[in-house]
Each structure stands twice: as structure tokens, then as C-alpha cells.
């Protein structure tokens, strides 16, 4: 059962429900679930449930039907985000683990560690007590090993992952390490389970060999029931009849799991399959089939590792595999971020009081706010506003940190309005993000096509489901500034004859009823965004610089540009032009180069340009 209070609950009314369970003999934890305060009751009292709503307080009593209770979705309704240092397990970012399965020394965990997070692991994973089903095979380094581990996190910045297999190593845990896991060997050891529910250590709960999705469940629901509810459930693979895999990867787990439960879940292909060459294979699948996570064993000489070596990755093909989420996520709406550890640390940098904001078009469930959280993670609050000007001015005036608006989108094409704002505003692009974008279309509850008179969308997003609306020639195309705000509208309406063009999350927001979804005409619609700041923080790989110049109006004056480019060896991705205001027929030239434009060996180029362009300007290298 779980009871739901009050928004506007006091303080007095609420130490007034607690004394009242007390009384009652039950046990209860208490949550935030999409904004509401929740009091989940793990073991029920004398009282009746309807005895609960004449309380002060209380708005609401809701059945928790599954024998899992803290862990389960009925609980809690909105996804867990386990947070591990600067890094999130549960939003919309990949999150990688990478390296050894042991810690065989220092030299070995720190090469390890330092190639895997220059592929874009965030996460290091060593083992220093090793569960081994021979009682002769290397048993890890123990307190050593977990010393390594900590060495590892002050010089590379990643946070460690080491198993624990005795409640003896709590102190030592809570000292070394930042996330603890529990073996697939140990999934029932309940007296470790409830070691770690006491711990104020993240914990990755692996699959036992033999155990089912419930059983696996109530043994989080151990750790949940300790106090400590930051758990990522590992699944690594269960024994079948199967023997050319070590493990069978049961990946049907993850869809199963994501209704159950309100947990993260991440994958280890390594240990499930227990053989190299089927690891990335199966970590593709993972990600596409919806983990937030995955765990991959990497090795720098595994001929010679003295435990699980065949199954570990080399680091370049660690680096290969890396690239194939990076592309894959986003088709599941996630993002593997390469600069993630960069970027919070940057912005964790910043001075507390700073504002650390990012203003994006529309309202919450816009695809802007979707690409804010996917570049930025938690780390930012993502700010609505009614406007793309708006969001320049907030950004130039220094009300917002940051600006996420879009580019391009691969279907409908530039959006020109913010090529002409970049143009106006002295801001600096500073890193970008694609998204795919999935339409559906949204109306009130019991609304039906036949009786949609209007439809609400962004331009882009008309002309991205034109093919999908041209079927429904009564449905009249009504432009605004974002979907979510279409929603809005839509909603704050209450005329079941509009409807708007919107993503699924925006229609769960607002609580509304999808009539279709995927509208989109191509399944392959992104957008690219563009981060704006005021200036540049802190030092990153430049991969593409963007910038802006105008030529005159002479013959062949474009052509001598790109002539410049092309001397330089220079890959132009993007190049559009767009009207100068009060100049009618001259225009402005925007263009992304592959290239760092203040790398030494492009002074001259940058020299020739300046001279050949009437006006130069960068406005960004990311
Ligand atoms: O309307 C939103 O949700 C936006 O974030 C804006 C926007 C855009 O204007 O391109 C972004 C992505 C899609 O292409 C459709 C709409």
C-alpha cells in the first residue's frame, strides 16, 4: 500500500502521519515520485487502508500489488537515477563501466583505466575479491587491490567498481570505492544484502546464475528495505542448456525489468557470454533493447590476465564498439556522450552561485528540453521559454548559462530563424547534439480523428509528418512555437477537435491521449541542436568549427572561399546562406568545417580567409 499526501501538506501534518504509522506498528519509507510525497508501507499495521484518507495529510491510498514493494513500479512510478559521482545511472545518457575483471596491479588497472575513458568510459570496474569457482585460481588482490582503486579515481577522475563478498568489507568499501556490487553468486546472500542496504554506496545487484526476475527483485528489495535504494540491477547472463556461451544473455529481461520496476538496469555481454568476439554483439543489442548501462570487461594484454582474459575486449575494439552505441542510442532516444565526464566536471566547476541553466523553445517535453537533458545530464536545469530570441536574450544577458536550439533537422531541413539569431547575437556555439525525433499525434481522452479540426505543431514538425497528414485533408496545419507547447494549448483548450504533433513523453506530461504514434515521414528524422554560451569553459577536443562570413557581391567571390578550403584540406559538413538585414541580395555565409580553426598548421588559412571575406566571424569550435 502506499499513501500519497498533500502538495500543500505542513510540517506538523506530516510528523502527525509518521507518529500515527509508528503507532500502528508498521514499517514505511517515504519518496518523491513525480513531484508528489509518497509513504510506501512495507509491512502493514493493525489499520485498514480506507482508514488512512480521514487523516490529515493523506489525499490518497493506493494498493502496492507485487510482493516486491520499494523496488517495484507500482511504488514509484518515475525511473531511479542512480548517481555516481558526476555521472547518472537511469537518464538519458549511456552510461559505460569499463575494465578488468581483476585488478591485477597498479601499472595494469591504471593503463586499463586511462584507454578505457578515452574511448568514453565513465565508470572503471575492477575486481580485488574474486568469487573463483577453483579454489586455486587468483583470488584478487583484496585491500590491496581496492588501493589501486582509489589510485585509479584520483588520477583518471573515473568512479570505481569493485564486488564485495563479505559484510567484513563494508568499512574497507566505504573508504575505496564508489559503487559496490554484489556477485551473481551472491545475489542471495541476504546477509550481505542487507549489509549494503545499510551502506551509503550505490550498489550493482548482478543476476544470480539461476534465478528468476523475482527472485532477483526481492533481493533489491532487501537492499531497498536497508535504506539504500541507489541500486543498478546487472543482468549477466543465467545458465541454460546452452553451452556455446557461457551464459545465456537474457535480454528480455530489460523490457520485463522496465515495467516492474523503477530501477536502472546494466548489461555485462562479458561475463554473460564469456567469449570476446560475442561481447559487442550483444552490447549493441543491450542498448537497443533499452539498457541504461552496460559493464564491459577490457584488457590491455588479455592473453596474460590473470582471470577472465577471453572475454576481454582489446581497447581498440573497446574503442570500435564504443562508436557503434554512440550511433545506435539515439535510435532508442538515449545518448552515449563522449565529453560526459568533461562536461560535468565543467560544470560542477563553476562557482555555486553561478546560474547553471539551459534555456530551450516550448514547454517541458519539447524535443529541445529532451536534447538539454541529453547533453547535459542532470547536471543543468533545463529553462522553457516561449521563443528562440528569447533564449539568445537570456543567454547574452546571462539569466541562462546555456541554449539549446536546433539547427537542422535531416526531413524539414534549417531552421533559418537561428542561423539568423547567430548572426545578431555575439554567442559562441560550444558542442552540439543530434536527436531523433518521434512524432505522435495527441488530443484529449476520447477524442477521434474523424472530429480533429485543427492541428498544432512547430513548422518543422508539419512538414516532418506532411505525408502522415496529407491522409487527413480535414485537419487544418496551425503553426506554433514548439510541440509541447501545441500540447499545451491542445490541453488548456479542453475541445476534443484539436490536436498536436508532439513526442510521447510530451503526452504523458500533460496527460493526454496518443492517437498515433511514429507519424513522422521517415523513420530516420533527427535534429541537430546547437549548445550556445556566452564564452567558451574549460579545454575540449575541437571536432568541427562553425563559422559565419560574408563575401560581397562579385563573381567567383564564394568560389575564391571555398577555394581557401579546399587548399587547406579542409571538409566542409555544412554551408547555408541566409539573407544580411538592410542589405537586400548580399548574404550572410554559414558553415561547419571539420576542423580546428586555431590548431597552428590553419593560420594561414584563417590569414587568407580574413582577407578574402569581407566579414569573419567564428562562432564556435566544439
Ligand atoms: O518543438 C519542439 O519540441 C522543439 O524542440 C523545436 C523543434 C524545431 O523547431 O525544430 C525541434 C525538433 C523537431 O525538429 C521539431 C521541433
Not at 134 to 145: A, D, R, V
Not at 326 to 333: H, M
Request: glycine share 8%; net charge neutral.
Amino acid at each position: 500500500m502506499k499513501l500519497i499526501l498533500d502538495t500543500q501538506i505542513t510540517p506538523d501534518q506530516e510528523s502527525g502521519v509518521q507518529t500515527l504509522l509508528e503507532r500502528d506498528g508498521c514499517i514505511s519509507c517515504t519518496i518523491t515520485d513525480a513531484g508528489q510525497k509518497v509513504i510506501g508501507i512495507v509491512k502493514k499495521g493493525s489499520r485498514k487502508p480506507e482508514d488512512y484518507l480521514g487523516v490529515p495529510g493523506i489525499v490518497q491510498v493506493l494498493p502496492v500489488s507485487t510482493s516486491h514493494k520499494l523496488v517495484s513500479r507500482e511504488f514509484k512510478t518515475q525511473d531511479t537515477r542512480v548517481a555516481i559521482n558526476n555521472v547518472v545511472v537511469g537518464g538519458d545518457r549511456i552510461v559505460v563501466i569499463a575494465g578488468p575483471c581483476a585488478v591485477e596491479s597498479l601499472d595494469q588497472a591504471m593503463t586499463i583505466a586511462k584507454q578505457v575513458k578515452r574511448y568514453g568510459a565513465v565508470l572503471f570496474r575492477g575486481g580485488a575479491y574474486k568469487p573463483r569457482s577453483s579454489p586455486y585460481s587468483f583470488q584478487g588482490l583484496e585491500e590491496e587491490g581496492l588501493k589501486i582503486l582509489a589510485r585509479v579515481r584520483e588520477e583518471t577522475g573515473l568512479g570505481v567498481v569493485t564486488e564485495m563478498t563479505s559484510p567484513s568489507q563494508a568499512d574497507l568499501m566505504e573508504q575505496y570505492v564508489d559503487v559496490v556490487q554484489i556477485g551473481a553468486r551472491n545475489m542471495q546472500n541476504f546477509e550481505l544484502l542487507k549489509c549494503v542496504g545499510k551502506m551509503k554506496k550505490p550498489v550493482v545487484l548482478k543476476r544470480g546464475l539461476a534465478a528468476t526476475i523475482q527472485e532477483w527483485l526481492m533481493s533489491a528489495e532487501y537492499i531497498a528495505a536497508g535504506g539504500n535504494t541507489d541500486i543498478i540491477l546487472c543482468e549477466r547472463g543465467i545458465r541454460t542448456f546452452e553451452p556455446y556461451t557461457r551464459n545465456t544473455l537474457d535480454l528480455s529481461a530489460i523490457p520485463v525489468l522496465k515495467k516492474l520496476t523503477h530501477l536502472p538496469i546494466v548489461i555485462d555481454p562479458s561475463h554473460a557470454t564469456g567469449i570476446r568476439e560475442k561481447v559487442s554483439p550483444m552490447a549493441r543489442a543491450a542498448v537497443a533493447a533499452g539498457a541504461d548501462a552496460l559493464m564491459i570487461e577490457v584488457h590491455h594484454d588479455p592473453d596474460n590476465a590473470l582471470s577472465d582474459g577471453p572475454q576481454s575486449l582489446y581497447p581498440e575494439q573497446f574503442g570500435r564498439l564504443m562508436r557503434d552505441i554512440y550511433t545506435i542510442a539515439p535510435v532508442v532516444g538515449k545518448q552515449l556522450d563522449f565529453d560526459y565526464l568533461k562536461k560535468s566536471e565543467l560544470i560542477h566547476d563553476l562557482d555555486e552561485n553561478a546560474v547553471k541553466t539551459a534555456a530551450f523553445i516550448g514547454e517541458f517535453g519539447a524535443y529541445s528540453h529532451k536534447a538539454a537533458l541529453a547533453y547535459f545530464g542532470d547536471d543543468i536545469t533545463p529553462v522553457p521559454m516561449k521563443g528562440f530570441k528569447e533564449i539568445f536574450a537570456a543567454v547574452a544577458a546571462g539569466r541562462a548559462e546555456y541554449g539549446v536550439i536546433p539547427l537542422e533537422n535531416s526531413l524539414s531541413g534549417s531552421i533559418h530563424e537561428n542561423f539568423d539569431l547567430l548572426q545578431e547575437y555575439d554567442l559562441k556555439i560550444i558542442g552540439e547534439i543530434t536527436i531523433r525525433i518521434q512524432h505522435a499525434l495527441i488530443a484529449h481522452k476520447g477524442a477521434v480523428k474523424d472530429n480533429i479540426k485543427q492541428v498544432l505543431a512547430p513548422p518543422p514538425a508539419l512538414t516532418q509528418c506532411s505525408n502522415y497528414l496529407d491522409q487527413y485533408p480535414w485537419m487544418e496545419r496551425i503553426p506554433v512555437a514548439a510541440t509541447s507547447q501545441a500540447v499545451k494549448q491542445v490541453k488548456d483548450s479542453n475541445d476534443a477537435g484539436f490536436a498536436a504533433i508532439a513526442s510521447t513523453m510530451a503526452a504523458k506530461m500533460f496527460d493526454m491521449q496518443i492517437l498515433d504514434e511514429s507519424i513522422e515521414d521517415d523513420p530516420r528524422n533527427y535534429t541537430r541542436f546547437a549548445v550556445i554560451a556566452k564564452e567558451y569553459k574549460g579545454r575540449k577536443k575541437v571536432a568541427k568549427t562553425s563559422v559565419i562570413f560574408s563575401t560581397g557581391n562579385k563573381p567567383g567571390a564564394l568560389f575564391e572561399v571555398m577555394k581557401i578550403f579546399s587548399k587547406y584540406d579542409v571538409n566542409l559538413v555544412k554551408l547555408e546562406s541566409r539573407p544580411i538585414h538592410g542589405k537586400p541580395w548580399e548574404y550572410m555565409f554559414y558553415a561547419d568545417l571539420e576542423a580546428d580553426i586555431e590548431k597552428n598548421e590553419l593560420a594561414p588559412m584563417r590569414g587568407l580567409l580574413e582577407e578574402k571575406t569581407e566579414t569573419f566571424r567564428v562562432l564556435g569550435r566544439y
